[in-house]
């Protein structure tokens, strides 16, 4: 009985003491889940703007095709002699000499 009026006794912690695990947990959520992610979409968005004709490229769907006409912010993509395609620069995924075979 007497170690628990001892320690309800014991002068309450500073402000800041109390906080700092909190603030350590943010910082570690930082630089393992927010910095990569800013990473990661800073090189998606350097590979679409870099892609030029004559890329092989996939798209997101799994559609794999080759770049003959870049305008701004749509690509045209040929899948065989006889398909093209319009879609956006955000559909493309990756370059097809990044797959792995």
Same mark, same amino acid.
């Given at each position: 009985?007497? +170690? ?15 906080? *700092?695990?909190?603030? *350590? ?12 992610? =800013?990473? !990661?979409?800073?090189?998606?968005? !350097?590979? +679409? %703007? ?5 890329? !092989?490229?996939? %798209? ?16 045209? *993509?040929?899948?065989?002699?006889? %398909? !093209?395609? %319009?879609?956006?620069?955000?559909? =493309? ?9």
């Amino acid at each position: 009985m007497q +170690q628990l009026f001892i320690i309800l006794q014991s002068p309450p912690s500073s402000g800041f003491a109390s906080f *700092l695990p909190f603030i *350590l947990i943010m910082v570690v959520f930082y630089f393992f889940m927010i910095r990569p992610q =800013i990473n !990661k979409q800073r090189a998606d968005q !350097k590979f +679409q %703007t870099e892609l030029k004709k004559g890329d !092989k490229i996939v %798209t997101i769907g799994g559609i794999y095709g080759k770049i003959i006409g870049v305008k701004e912010d749509k690509i045209i *993509l040929e899948i065989n002699e006889n %398909t !093209k395609m %319009t879609i956006e620069r955000n559909s =493309i995924s990756r370059e097809k000499s990044m797959i792995r075979s």
